[in-house]
């Protein structure tokens, strides 16, 4: 089982940027779907971005789109989220996930980077 470790989350000020990262141990890192989620208090995890192994495909939630960009660095076994134009609502916990089989189930996750904007 892959483990997953995020970092670069902090305190920012709205309009500006964050580059989240996340490194990955365990498995075959280049073969996986990789994946970042969002969750804020009393709200259900929502998709972010996710990046194919090759990172020839993408997609973004219609929030975030034109905002943030997903990519991947697989000789580090590393998957980035470069956050831009930040909102307050852009405010919560990152996390990473992984879908190592393949079935568009995430069954690797990290335990979640702080993101928070100030307005």
């Known amino acids: 089982q892959v483990q997953l470790a995020e970092s670069g989350g902090g305190l920012v000020q709205a309009g500006g940027s964050l580059r989240l990262s996340c490194a990955a141990s365990g498995g075959t890192f280049s073969r996986y779907v990789m994946a970042w989620f969002r969750q804020t208090p009393g709200k259900q995890r929502e998709f972010v971005a996710r990046?194919?192994?090759?990172?020839?495909?993408?997609a973004y939630a219609d929030s975030v789109k034109g905002r943030f960009t997903i990519s991947r660095d697989n000789a580090k076994n590393t998957v980035f989220l470069q956050l831009n134009s930040l909102r307050a609502e852009d405010t919560a916990v990152y996390y990473c996930?992984?879908?190592?089989?393949?079935?568009?189930?995430?069954?690797?996750w990290g335990q979640g980077t702080q993101v928070t904007v100030s307005s």
């Open positions: 996930a992984a879908d190592t089989r393949l079935t568009r189930n995430y069954d690797s």
């Open positions: 990046i194919s192994g090759s990172s020839y495909t993408s």
